[in-house]
């Protein structure tokens, strides 16, 4: 499988991945060019990023459907212009030192990774999901990053419509509660290679069963020193982290 080929190449290591959530988010303000440069400088394996849409169909990078909680603006994200939201503050919410970072475009950010580190875009649901998902794949082909990336979502329609345009793109399936269906049914009916999951529902049974059936299983978000060791015992694959430092230092122990 080609795309399980990609995913491989990311792995420096038989060690699991360590990938930074919204970058280096426990230094910096999340989803910004700062927490993109910090996860870097501190080897994180991969940056995690969310993505969705502006009015003028610009893809940009940020978590919430809303600006409210991350910048000095107020609403949805899908109802501002690409010039009206990089008006916006997205730093002093997190830090005066952050003052005037801006919410990047998903082009800025593979122009500033420039190559040098694998990229794990979160399409996240919406009513313009599939012109968002058109739109990032573009910008990823454009910039010549499709073999860099890792491409998830919780929606499997998001999914299934990534492989109606390509077979080229790694993918995982996002899923946050306990899994009672059969996962490696799903990620071949969903063509992806990896399940992400709440590392609070992640058992080494659920491991076992993704593994043996050919797929990767990555947890998010595993920030306290115990639960990253956990996850590494268990046999995971990747590790989603806030402070991907931390969980640097816990695998170097090992």
Known sequence: MKTM??????FKSSFPL?????G?????PENTISAFKYAIRSKADMIELDVRLTK??????IHDAKVDRTTNGTGKVKNFYLWLLRDLDAGSWFHPKYKGEKIPTLEEVLKFANGKIPINIEIKSSTEKDKLTERVLAVVFENGYDKKVLISSFDPRILKKIKKLTDELPTAFLYHYPVYFNP???LEKLGAIALIHNF?????KL????????FKIIVYTVNKPDDIRKMIDIGVDGIITDNVRL???ILNEI
């Open 184 to 186: 490696a049914k799903t």
């Open 24 to 28: 280096f988010s426990a230094i910096a």
């Open 247 to 249: 969980a640097r230092r």
């Open 200 to 204: 609070k529902f992640t058992t080494p």
């Open 56 to 61: 003028d169909g610009t893809p940009v990078v």
């Open 18 to 22: 360590l990938i930074a959530h919204r």
């Open 5 to 10: 080929e990609i995913f491989e190449s990311f």
């Open 207 to 214: 491991v076992k069963k993704i593994h043996d059936a050919g």
